[in-house]
């Protein structure tokens, strides 16, 4: 009766030991299959390295964002993921964004992807479908708005919301090419990255700046009348933006400019796929394709005339 305790008891320990591990390690969790969930060593986040490597690597708005995430959601890569699911499916993609960005820099990205591929997580980009429809229900009154605002910017400020009306750039692609065209100008060397021949911002010149992987803007038609005015403001900050604007009690969501930009180019001629060159959502072998060919032209004509129509209407 002794032996037969004792050998029940060895069982309970061996099935204990099954799950734990050798000793110093964490007891192991499970996947939706039922099966142990990998486990994979990774060294401590750095954080003031992984700060100024995401700052390098990702656009200027979208990085604090990135790194607060990853900050709070670090322990995910060695642990379950299931809090994923109950996060909106906007905060889980930014979530996980975070956690693949930290992956790669510290060199665990395959076993992340595994990861989440085990928990039944995958990637799911906009389609096309929803991207237009979010377009086409943009909503009524950003324009007012914008115009509402500029009445009590200054000068340089009121000319950067008219300028990402126009070009219909990303908020932070927008910050950096308005302040770009200020240095470039006061340095004499505008004419690198403004084509007067073409009237076109070549943001392709500066890759770290604005080629930096699924968010991408390669060229954007602008009036030379308008470069000229942008070259004798003063540089913007988006933070003394908000800050102005927040005093006096107005907001605007500058994502919203670039929706209407792509529905205001459809009403004047444009097709889907010419904003999506436009608005940087193609390949860089398209982007060559179309833009160092005859036909470019045609398409700049076409595009500033409907650019110079929503200046009517913006001011």
Request: aromatic share 10%; glycine share 6%; with cysteine.
């Amino acid at each position: 009766m002794i032996k037969r305790l004792e050998g029940i008891k060895q069982n309970k320990e061996s099935n204990r030991e099954s799950l734990v591990g050798r000793a110093g390690l964490e007891p192991a969790t499970f996947c939706a299959s039922g099966t142990p969930e990998p486990r994979f060593g990774q060294p401590s986040p750095n954080w003031e390295d992984f700060e100024k490597w995401a700052k390098k690597k990702y656009s200027k708005t979208w990085a604090p964002t990135l790194i607060g995430y990853a900050k709070k959601y670090h322990e995910m890569l060695n642990g379950s993921l299931r809090e994923l699911d109950s996060f909106s499916k906007s905060k889980r993609a930014n979530v996980m964004k975070s956690l693949i960005a930290l992956s790669k820099y510290l060199g665990v990205y395959e076993q992340f992807k595994a990861k989440m591929t085990n928990y039944g997580f995958k990637w799911e980009s906009q389609n096309s479908l929803e991207s237009f429809l979010r377009i086409m229900n943009t909503k009524e009154g950003i324009i007012d708005r914008a115009k509402a605002c500029m009445k009590v910017l200054d000068e340089s400020q009121a000319t950067f919301i008219r300028f990402t009306a126009l070009s219909g750039l990303r908020k932070g692609e927008a910050l950096d090419s308005f302040n770009m065209i200020i240095k470039l100008s006061q340095e004499g060397k505008l004419n690198e990255y403004y084509n007067s021949e073409l009237e076109s911002l070549e943001h392709f010149r500066f890759e770290s700046t604005f080629i930096r992987g699924s968010k991408n803007v390669f060229f954007t038609f602008m009036p030379k009348a308008l470069i000229e005015q942008i070259a004798t403001c003063n540089p913007i900050s988006n933070m003394a933006l908000e800050s102005w604007l927040k005093r006096r009690g107005m907001r605007i969501r500058m994502n919203e400019l670039r929706d209407h930009y792509a529905t205001f180019m459809v009403h004047n001629g444009l097709i889907r796929e010419e904003i999506d060159i436009l608005q940087g959502r193609v390949g860089k072998s398209i982007f060559m394709r179309h833009y160092f060919s005859p036909a470019i032209k045609e398409l700049r004509d076409r595009t500033l005339r409907a650019v110079n129509e929503m200046m009517r209407v913006i001011s």
